[in-house]
């Protein structure tokens, strides 16, 4: 069992790297280095059928990894975001504590949430929102 969350681990920092050094400018310009000189050589061998495989193929490669390699990045930054909102409310007297992983509601309660805060946001009377409406409470 340890020895399984040692390798996710060891597996979300590699992914959370390969994420980081891709999104470098430099990456991007080597990107298109790459690519030019693919350009050319391809002119200059006259495009030969290996040549369009070869791109096609490391081209659906690099993407699919990318994929997997963007969703984890943002999946792990969404859930430290998340922890930092969740303290921000436990810290704040005024805040709804309900509202502590709101995310992990269900749909129905989350569009009952939004429907209220919407209603608060256009009452034009309603000026003192730190007595903004109460999420619903599960079973209800």
């Given at each position: ?22 999104a ?6 080597t ?5 030019t000189?693919w350009?050319i050589?391809?002119l200059?061998?006259?495009?030969p ?5 070869a ?10 990894v990318?994929?997997?390699?963007i ?38 309660e989350?569009?009952?949430l ?6 608060l ?20």
């Amino acid at each position: 069992m340890a020895s399984q969350r040692a390798d996710a681990a060891r597996s979300s920092t590699v992914l959370h790297h390969v994420g980081e050094t891709v999104a470098n400018a430099f990456a991007g310009l080597t990107a298109a280095v790459l690519a030019t000189v693919w350009l050319i050589v391809g002119l200059v061998t006259g495009f030969p059928t290996w040549w369009q495989v070869a791109l096609y193929s490391s081209t659906a490669t690099v993407t699919f990894v990318m994929v997997f390699v963007i969703q984890h990045t943002q999946s792990k930054q969404i859930v430290a975001l998340q922890r930092k909102l969740d303290e921000l409310i436990r810290a704040s007297h005024h805040a709804d504590n309900a509202l502590i992983s709101v995310e992990d509601a269900p749909p129905t309660e989350l569009q009952q949430l939004g429907d209220a805060y919407r209603t608060l946001a256009t009452t034009p009377s309603r000026t003192d929102l730190t007595d903004g409406p109460s999420p619903p409470r599960k079973g209800s």
